[in-house]
């Protein structure tokens, strides 16, 4: 069934910068943190655009914070900008500007979580490690043990059946993480998966169960227009493209409703996303 699913991957896989060869476990660590809470689609131009001007973490480290969250566009979560800078300048500073390579390493630079850690010792390196995104924790759901579909969050029983379905070698296991990420994304959707395309249907107790969705975990998408995290991103954004800088009461007007307005700008600074001098707002 592995081979099954690496095979299929070998045709179908998608050819996405950082999986082609030569690229450096920079720029897998760069991927997966872009990636996180946002279509790969969506990463491939602002992926392509950093590593041209920060092909190293010893490049950025040497700017200032601002200036990844600038570069950082309408990717959303911008905080994930201000961690991969402050992980550069670690990287710069433990590590003489040289990814490390084992889980223990990467798990204490920040904004790398177990997620982060366990993608880039797989696929940076070809060494062997359980990635579990929502993506494989779907398959393995549906395949292993007939639900419809994950949780929200990873569990210790997701983690101790992705370690079941971990192949020995770390060869096999890559190709396995990477594999099966795949699948789900393309085929072992969370709706209207593509069972007639899947290479290892045969072998899922969830199809061969007629897809029962009793006991299914809901999962509910996030909601947008009129939250704190679309008033972020306006007041944001506004600062982003003022070379300047934004006055703090252009910057409230900005948005319809000014209590928000203000909790939102606070929150901003309060997370260095900007800097206030006087009046002006800057990254």
């Known amino acids: 069934m592995i081979a099954a699913c690496s095979a299929w991957y070998g045709e179908h896989g998608r050819d996405l910068p950082w999986r082609r060869a030569g690229t450096t476990p920079w720029g897998v660590l760069v991927s997966e943190v872009m990636s996180q809470q946002t279509p790969m689609s969506r990463v491939v131009g602002p992926w392509t655009a950093w590593m041209e001007r920060w092909p190293t973490p010893d490049d950025l480290a040497e700017e200032e914070p601002g200036a990844a969250v600038a570069a950082w566009g309408r990717l959303g979560y911008p905080r994930r900008a201000l961690r991969l800078h402050a992980c550069a300048v670690a990287i710069a500073e433990r590590f003489d500007g040289v990814v490390p390579s084992t889980y223990a390493e990467l798990i204490e630079l920040p904004g790398i979580g177990d997620y982060t850690a366990a ?29 419809a579909n994950c949780g929200s969050a990873t569990t210790r029983a997701d983690r101790e059946l992705a370690a079941r379905w971990l192949p020995a070698s770390d060869a096999d296991a890559a190709r396995w993480a990477v594999s099966s990420m795949e699948l789900g994304a393309l085929v072992c959707v969370a709706r209207s998966p593509l069972c007639e395309q899947c290479p290892i249907s045969g072998h899922c107790r969830w199809l061969a169960a007629e897809k029962p969705t009793e006991g299914a975990p809901v999962r509910r998408g996030q909601a947008w227009k009129g939250t704190d995290r679309q008033c972020r991103g306006v007041i944001l954004d506004l600062v982003r493209n003022s070379m300047a800088g934004v006055e703090v009461e252009v910057a409230l007007d900005a948005w319809p409703k000014r209590h928000q307005a203000e909790k939102c700008l606070g929150s901003l600074l309060d997370d260095g996303l900007i800097h206030r001098d006087g009046e002006l707002l800057r990254l």
């Not at 880039?120 to 393995?140: C, E, K, P, Q, Y």
Request: aromatic fraction near 6%; proline fraction near 0%.
């Open 119 to 147: 993608a880039v010792v797989s696929f940076a390196f070809g060494h062997r490690a359980a990635v579990l995104d929502t993506n494989v924790r779907r398959v393995l759901a549906r395949v292993e043990t007939g639900v």
